[in-house]
């Protein structure tokens, strides 16, 4: 890889800072919250359902948590919301939008050393407000030349993030935590993906990992280093 490429793209949430752990929390708090009405399964079940509906039409991020929330505890409550369990998810969604910030382990020092030999660009997906939030508080902003928030990660968004920093598909190097948004669709499109695969997976991001001799999988994201430099 070393010499091939002149950006490095970033995946953000659970790559460069912690993330899912946060989103499983608020999901254990809505269970406790909704398993009067039936059993920890179920509500699970339903959350995950709501949630992959609302996903397409308002998009990734916490809000869109909380609608998926309300829309299952609706349908557990058997279509009257109680009052007390909108105060509930609300809180819950309060907790998660405001949880502390954690980066994780050698991402500054990873960055420090890619930092003036590679343009470095966060491409992150979710809601735009909340993802630069992360970001500021991350103190990462003097590695980054630029913070693309995706609209989604497929094939498209990723041929559009190529033509706008006007290199080839073939010229993207994108590194990131899952299959589905950081590493498919790169490959698909003719890039390369280093996978830093991290401890919690969320339901919508698992896929098996596609074979490409282009896919580098690491254990931690400071041996990127040791393919980059
Ligand atoms: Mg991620």
């Known amino acids: 890889m070393k010499g091939k490429f002149k950006y ?12 899912e752990q946060f989103f499983r929390d608020a999901e254990e708090s809505f269970i406790r919250l909704l398993s009067p009405y039936t059993g920890p399964e179920g509500v699970q079940q339903m959350l995950w359902d709501r949630q992959e509906e609302n996903i397409p039409l308002f998009g990734y991020g916490s809000k869109t948590y909380m ?14 919301l109680p009052a007390e369990i909108y105060h509930g998810i609300k809180k819950i969604i309060t907790d998660l939008t405001y949880h502390e910030f954690r980066l994780l382990d050698g991402v500054e020092e990873t960055l420090e050393a890619l930092y003036g030999h590679y343009t470095l660009v966060v491409a ?8 630069m939030c ?28 190529a033509a706008k ?24 499109v ?25 896919i580098t ?12 430099l």
Request: charged residues 25%; negative net charge; glycine residues 8%.
């Open 8 to 19: 490095v793209f970033f995946d953000a949430d659970d790559t460069l800072w912690e993330n």
């Open 165 to 188: 920093h006007d290199i080839a598909p073939q010229q993207l190097l994108m590194v990131g935590n899952s299959v589905k948004s950081d590493i498919a669709p790169v490959i698909n």
């Open 134 to 161: 992360k970001f500021r508080q991350s103190g990462l902003g003097k590695y980054f030349h630029h913070v693309e928030v995706m609209e989604n990660k497929c094939e498209q968004n990723y041929l559009e993030l």
């Open 217 to 228: 999988v690491v254990k931690s994201i400071k041996d990127i280093v040791n393919f980059l």
């Open 124 to 131: 992150t997906k979710g809601d735009v407000t909340e993802q």
């Open 67 to 80: 609608i998926g929330m309300s829309d299952a505890a609706m349908e557990l409550c058997g279509g009257h």
């Open 190 to 214: 003719g890039g390369t993906a280093i996978n830093t695969p991290h401890n919690v997976v969320w339901v919508h991001e698992m896929m098996d990992m596609p074979e490409s001799d282009r």
